[in-house]
């Protein structure tokens, strides 16, 4: 058995939503691009084929770093307890066209639901860390949207 020294990242989040909806923000569209990418960022383009073997790919947009593709295929669908996919980024930055897995749980408690994100292998701690913040910046934007979208579901079941 080989064991992997890369880097790994984990983040785990509450967000105050049942897991349905939460899972939904990975696999809408509509949802997907309301939170993707870091604070700054747009996603203008999402065009998602939700089934196991079917691709993905997105662009998000900042004023400072410009456009970035990237793109994946689902490797585990299990609505609403968990996802699995890959990533790469489709430009000509440092980790162009390295593959990571990402694997989502999402475990419903009390009406809110515990999201455990976990994304490797990375080429080095640099690469890691700066998806960490990358991730954690638009799991704000993440908070905000499903925060809202459980609001109106409250109002406007």
């Known amino acids: ?5 890369a880097p790994e990242l984990t983040i785990v989040r509450t ?23 870091p604070e700054g960022f747009t996603c203008p383009v999402v065009e998602i084929d939700f089934r196991v073997g079917g691709a993905y790919r997105a662009l998000i947009v900042s004023e400072d770093t410009g456009e ?3 793109s994946g295929v689902y490797r585990e669908i299990e609505r609403p307890s968990r996802l699995a996919f890959t990533f790469a ?8 066209g ?10 419903e408690r ?11 292998p990375f080429l ?5 860390d700066s998806h960490r913040e990358g991730w954690n910046s638009a799991f704000e934007k993440f908070a905000r949207h499903v925060r809202a979208l459980a609001v109106k579901q409250e109002i406007d079941p």
Not at 89 to 96: I, L, R, V
Not at 110 to 120: K, R, S
């Open 98 to 107: 390295v593959e990571t897995l990402i694997t989502l749980t999402f475990e």
């Open 124 to 128: 080095d701690d640099e690469r890691r």
């Open 1 to 5: 058995m080989m064991i992997s020294s």
């Open 89 to 96: 980024w489709n430009n000509t930055g440092p980790s162009a």
């Open 110 to 120: 009390d009406g809110q639901t515990v999201q455990t994100f976990h994304q490797a």
């Open 15 to 37: 967000f105050d939503a049942p897991a349905a909806l939460v899972f939904s923000m990975w696999s809408n569209p509509e949802h997907f691009a309301a939170w993707m990418g």
């Open 68 to 70: 970035s593709w990237f």
